[in-house]
């Protein structure tokens, strides 16, 4: 089981930057795969994808932040970033972490995939 802390929200204004920090801790072993993920929900609206990075550091976006936001890890894997610049309205959201891990079921040969998400970071673009 991982825990995982979300940082670095805030307010700030149209084009303007913020620095997002997902920190780990506990342990899963993840033999296939490991991915670290930002997803966020605007008010009233359903959760969408964000940003991902790999566990050797293949990263992707959403093609609304592409260019605009970068997502990074530490060596260890322990903590992920994503790096807000260009900030717009449409920006402002609920931002979250996930981890997924992909590995060997307790007790079977067969695979097993397990998400943890962190509590979230509020992040608010004023116009």
């Known amino acids: 089981q991982l825990q995982l802390a979300e940082s670095g929200g805030g307010s700030v204004e149209v084009g303007g930057s913020l620095r997002l920090s997902c920190v780990a801790s506990?342990?899963?072993?993840?033999?296939?795969?490991?991915?670290m993920t930002w997803y966020r929900q605007p008010p009233g609206k359903e959760r969408v994808f964000v940003a991902n990075?790999?566990?050797?550091?293949?990263?992707t976006y959403a093609d609304d932040v592409k260019g605009r936001f970068t997502i990074s890890k530490d060596s260890a894997g322990n903590t992920v970033f994503l790096q807000m610049n260009s900030l717009k309205p449409e920006d402002a959201a609920m931002y979250y972490c996930?981890?997924?891990?992909?590995?060997?079921?307790?007790?079977?040969?067969?695979?097993?995939?397990?998400?943890?998400w962190g509590q979230g970071t509020q992040v608010t673009v004023s116009s």
């Open positions: 996930k981890t997924r891990c992909r590995t060997v079921a307790p007790g079977t040969n067969l695979t097993a995939t397990y998400n943890d």
């Open positions: 506990g342990y899963r072993y993840c033999k296939y795969e490991y991915d």
């Open positions: 990075i790999g566990r050797d550091g293949t990263t």
